[in-house]
């Protein structure tokens, strides 16, 4: 599997950041209430695959629940280009609309039924 570094930032270019993913990516649109109400599609990596290159400065952290997942928001423009995942803690889950896609060979969105955490949630464990 051939990894590239590929570049992605929030709306306004304030938070800018790398994430290191193969050519061919499958990615989790989850239908739980936060992602669905954001349209926020995941590709979760480890965080040795990821870096935040500028504007840690402007982002701002929402957690609910379990408060596991630290969901990071630009202040300026309100989008959440990353966060840790409650899954996946010691990674990231990047948000596939946030990240140039020119360099992609194929992108398969799978459906995860986010909805029902606490029976589908292990299973994203797996990714990282």
């Known amino acids: 599997m051939e990894l590239r570094t590929h570049k992605g930032k929030c709306h ?11 050519d061919n990516i499958e990615a989790l649109e989850c239908n739980c209430s936060i992602c669905s109400m954001t349209g926020y599609i995941h590709l979760i990596v480890p965080a040795s695959r990821f870096k935040l290159l500028e504007g840690n400065e402007v982002l701002t952290t929402y957690t609910f629940n379990t408060h596991t997942a630290k969901h990071r928001f630009c202040k300026i423009c309100g989008i959440k280009s990353f966060y840790i995942p409650r899954s ?14 020119s360099d992609f060979k194929k992108i398969d969105i799978l459906q995860f039924d986010g909805y029902n955490w606490e029976e589908n949630g292990p299973a994203l464990k797996e990714l990282t």
């Open 88 to 101: 996946n803690p010691h990674g990231f889950s990047v948000n596939l609309r946030c990240i140039d896609k």
């Open 12 to 22: 306004c270019g304030a938070v800018r950041f790398e994430v290191i993913l193969p």
